[in-house]
Structure formats: structure tokens, C-alpha cells
């Protein structure tokens, strides 16, 4: 079941939470997005002192033609990379989310929208078969 608003698509999953962290890896490596790092919020904050019952991790990715492109329109896309999907859950739920960056970027950078658009299209294309994929 996937749930997509203006600037998120979220897709629930049967996998448990460690599953579906393999599982986006390897979607997003067979998509020829590299991964650069994780977050694993829950672990982070509950080592802080703020205990947390639901698991929470960031993988950011990034695929190096597409960075290369919004990066040449503009520089300070940079600041929307890498890409980060989210797996975390809630109420013994997994589920899968990242940003819309067709949606995302053309409200951040306005004047660049219609340069890359094709390239943000392909790029939420691909995060959304990630998504979908290491969902399945």
C-alpha cells in the first residue's frame, strides 16, 4: 500500500525492519545509486538519553550522472543531497518513504525548475522503484 502527497511517497511493507533496510540497499545498488551512508535515528537517540520504541533509519543514496546534472544547474542543489529514503515503523508497521524531489526542488529552486525538471522526473522515477521494489 503506498500513500504519495505533493512531496512524500510512503509504501508500507509485510518485511520487518532490518528486511526492508537490506532490501532498499540492494534496490537502490541494482537502480545504480551507490549508498553513502546510513542514520540509525532510534539507535542515535536513545544512546542521547531520549528512548525511542519504533526504529528509524536513513539511507542516503545517490547516483553520480544525476547529481552531476543538478549540480551543473545549480549548485546549491547540493543541499537536497544525497537522497535519503527512510525505513522506520510505527505501531509494529514497516514502512519505506522518501521525498518527491519533482515536487521538492522546483519549490526550493524556483528559477532552475525548468532546466532540470527532466532529470528530477527521472530521479523521483527511479527513488519510487526503489521504494516499490525493496517494498515487495
Known amino acids: 500500500m503506498s500513500t504519495e502527497t505533493a512531496c512524500v511517497y510512503k509504501v508500507q511493507t509485510g518485511k520487518s525492519f532490518q528486511e526492508a533496510c537490506v532490501a532498499v540497499r540492494r534496490a537502490a545498488e541494482a537502480h545504480k545509486f551507490g549508498v553513502l551512508g546510513t542514520y540509525e535515528f532510534s539507535e542515535i537517540l536513545n544512546a542521547k538519553g531520549f528512548p525511542r520504541s519504533e526504529h528509524m533509519k536513513s539511507i542516503d543514496i545517490c547516483n553520480p550522472g544525476h547529481a552531476s546534472r543538478l549540480l551543473d544547474a545549480e549548485p546549491l542543489t547540493g543541499l ?13 508497521k514497516t ?42
Open 80 to 92: 537536497c543531497m544525497p537522497c535519503s529514503i527512510l525505513v522506520y515503523t510505527d505501531h509494529g
Open 95 to 136: 514502512y519505506i518513504a522518501a521525498m518527491v524531489p519533482a515536487s521538492v526542488m522546483p519549490q526550493i529552486f524556483p528559477e532552475r525548475a525548468e532546466s532540470v525538471q527532466e532529470t528530477l522526473e527521472e530521479v523521483t522515477a527511479q527513488i519510487k522503484a526503489i521504494i516499490d521494489e525493496a517494498a515487495a
